[in-house]
């Protein structure tokens, strides 16, 4: 099995910052991608941010130049710092690794979500 243990969400105002972690553990052989996708209601769940084991990141449009990802490799954790946040970042934020783990392989693994809310 793989854990992930997520924290960090809760309500905010507009404007706010908040910075979601999440660690993965069991027994991982290797982590290639992690990061983290948001589900709002009503609509499909999007890639907010993803980094490889080697840093290159990945985001979404519309969270450019306001939210960074980044990733403690030891720890096999990674961390979301979201700045000047929105209502329309207003989500279940969840943590997605692609890894290998004895047995099973390699295939994606999902944390259980945090809830995000920007809100006055």
């Known amino acids: 099995q793989v854990q992930f243990v997520e924290s960090g969400g809760g309500l905010v105002q507009p404007g706010g910052s908040l910075r979601l972690s999440c660690a993965a553990s069991?027994?991982?052989?290797?982590?290639?991608?992690m990061g983290w996708y948001r589900q709002a209601p009503g609509k499909q769940r999007e890639l907010v941010a993803v980094?490889?084991?080697?840093?290159?990141?990945t985001y979404v449009d519309s969270v450019k130049g306001r939210f960074t990802i980044s990733r403690d490799n030891a720890k096999n954790t990674v961390y979301l710092q979201m700045n000047s946040l929105k209502p329309e970042d207003t989500a279940v934020y969840y943590c997605?690794?692609?890894?290998?783990?004895?047995?099973?392989?390699?295939?994606?693994?999902w944390g259980q979500g945090t809830q995000v809310t920007v809100s006055s």
């Open positions: 069991g027994t991982i052989f290797s982590i290639y991608t």
């Open positions: 997605y690794a692609d890894l290998y783990k004895l047995g099973p392989g390699r295939r994606d693994y």
């Open positions: 980094i490889t084991s080697g840093g290159s990141t």
